[in-house]
């Protein structure tokens, strides 16, 4: 299998500005789907540390079209997998699948993104869920370590000196309204998608595959992906902060977030 290149990928866009790009293996009979929404706790304050990760995970939790166990159901019957998680500056979605299963893959994707109801008993559950994990975060010399040289290394107020997951006191206060008006401030804005899809040859040609994968997309049940696209604003301006000093011998690993090459 050759290396992925521009001449066999395809750069695809549709009429809202999602770009789609495509590439076939023709190896492998499966398809592997990326997407990214341009929104994460870079997004969030302080006090709600957390919120953006606690929204994107509780995106599948349950639609109107879908309860939480229809949509894994669903998806596990025909051996697929999917998941959304927020990052940092973005949040991200993805599944992998058959190539002839394609079709429920990406509806039920459409239908997660675009239609989620936050289940209120569903919400309690995930807020448990994390929680359990922030506890377990206490016990990790690893993960303790990180959270410490970003509070010390960025300043109090700038996203990257606080956790992506938030803190047991800030997660416990969010609220079920306070996902949803993320979710419908931020995240239904889709400000920026770039979806990639990787798998099988479906016709003779790129230009046919293209326009093979296009009618998959517009033929969902979910109004063909027709999510608005505003104009980026540029990202915010934090003051530069003096440097901490920790005394005596220290060993340190160093894992910190930076700006993207885009940028």
Not at 5 to 34: F, K, M, T, Y
Not at 229 to 249: H, R, T, W
Request: charged content about 25%.
């Amino acid at each position: 299998m050759s290396i992925p290149g521009p001449e066999d990928i395809v750069r695809w866009e549709l009429p809202n500005g999602i770009v789609v790009l495509v590439r076939e293996n023709h190896a492998s009979p499966s398809v592997v789907i990326s997407g990214y929404l341009q929104v994460g706790s870079y997004d969030e304050t302080d006090e709600q540390a957390g919120l953006a990760a606690f929204t994107g995970s509780a995106l599948a939790r349950g639609t109107t079209r879908r309860t939480f166990d229809q949509i894994y159901e669903e998806v596990e019957s025909v051996g697929a997998s999917f998941g959304i998680s927020a990052g940092v500056h973005h949040t991200g979605c993805g599944a992998k699948s058959l190539a002839e299963d394609l079709p429920l893959v990406l509806d039920v994707l459409a239908d997660v993104l675009r239609n989620p109801v936050f289940p209120p008993e569903e919400v309690e559950k995930l807020r448990g869920e994390i929680l359990t994990n922030l506890e377990e975060r206490t016990h990790d010399t690893r993960r303790m370590a990180g959270l410490t040289f970003r509070e010390l290394a960025y300043p109090p107020g700038h996203p990257y000196s606080r956790s992506r997951i938030g803190y047991p006191e800030t997660v416990s206060a969010l609220t079920r309204d306070d996902l949803v008006a993320f979710y419908q401030g931020w995240v239904n804005d889709y400000q920026e998608m770039m979806k990639t899809l990787w798998g099988p040859a479906y016709t003779a040609s790129m230009d046919q595959s293209l326009e093979a994968v296009s009618k998959i997309i517009e033929h969902t049940s979910t109004a063909a992906w027709d999510f608005v696209k505003p104009v980026l604003e540029n990202l915010k301006s934090y003051p530069d902060a003096a440097q901490k000093i920790m005394s005596g011998d220290q060993d340190a690993l160093v894992e910190m977030y930076s700006l993207f090459r885009k940028n």
